[in-house]
């Protein structure tokens, strides 16, 4: 009688098989080469297009290992969520404004929030997936109200900051700000497409991108300066 192999082991066949790029190597981590792949396939497919099959094939696993794991494709999809969201939160906690005068720090954090809606198109394409949703999943997610924005206190600081120094209006609330930044980037980024072909030009050219930076960091200051 053959042995049963243990949880996570390939048969024969598939001891020859690569790791998918950029993804650790070894059992222990099954779990984080799952995720990552189901990231990617929810991101390009959607919630009702990514099968689980799809999502096992992509991370170089099996069906069996994403019940192990997260027990259904709904459940996969909340912990994807919920992995954008934290580290989103990280990279809120690394940014340093230290010896920056308010509205350039201002500058700074909206540039942040920016570069990572560029650099992590998956997080906006995930959230609008969501949406069409109504948040159900992200309504059941314990996690992510668990987790740490720093990015909200650090505007707060940022506009006591200016007001201190009479450069800023008080009485702003640092969460219509926080809402009105990511509006401006993730606005014209889940946009991109309809939008540069209902203008007629690339929104996505690297000079358009420039400009909008531009444009929305003069808002941002418009809108928290003083007369």
Not at 142 to 158: A, C, D, T, Y
């Amino acid at each position: 009688m053959s042995k049963a192999l243990p949880a996570g082991a390939s048969s024969g066949s598939n001891k020859n098989k690569k790791p998918a790029r950029g993804r650790p190597t070894g059992q222990v981590a099954t779990r984080e080469n799952i995720l990552r792949a189901a990231i990617e396939v929810f991101a390009k497919q959607g919630f009702a297009g990514a099968r689980v099959d799809k999502i096992s094939k992509a991370a170089r696993s099996t069906d069996r290992m994403i019940y192990y794991y997260f027990g259904s494709k709904e459940r996969l999809f909340v912990v994807a969520l919920e992995t954008i969201y934290k580290e989103l939160g990280e990279a809120e906690a690394k940014l340093d404004l230290s010896g920056m005068a308010p509205d350039e720090a201002l500058r700074a954090i909206f540039r942040f929030t920016w570069n990572h809606y560029l650099a992590h198109p998956e997080m906006l394409t995930l959230l609008n997936n969501e949406n069409l949703l109504q948040g159900k999943h992200l309504s059941r997610s314990k996690g992510v109200r668990q987790l740490s924005f720093p990015l909200l206190s650090i505007l707060s600081e940022v506009l006591a900051r200016g007001v201190r120094q009479k450069i800023f209006k008080p009485g702003i609330d640092p969460q219509d700000l926080y809402i009105a930044m990511c509006a401006l980037g993730y606005f014209y980024l889940s946009n991109r497409y309809s939008l540069s072909a209902f203008l007629g030009v690339n929104l996505m050219a690297p000079a358009a991108l420039v400009h909008w930076q531009e444009v929305a960091e003069t808002f941002v200051l418009a809108f928290v300066r003083t007369a």
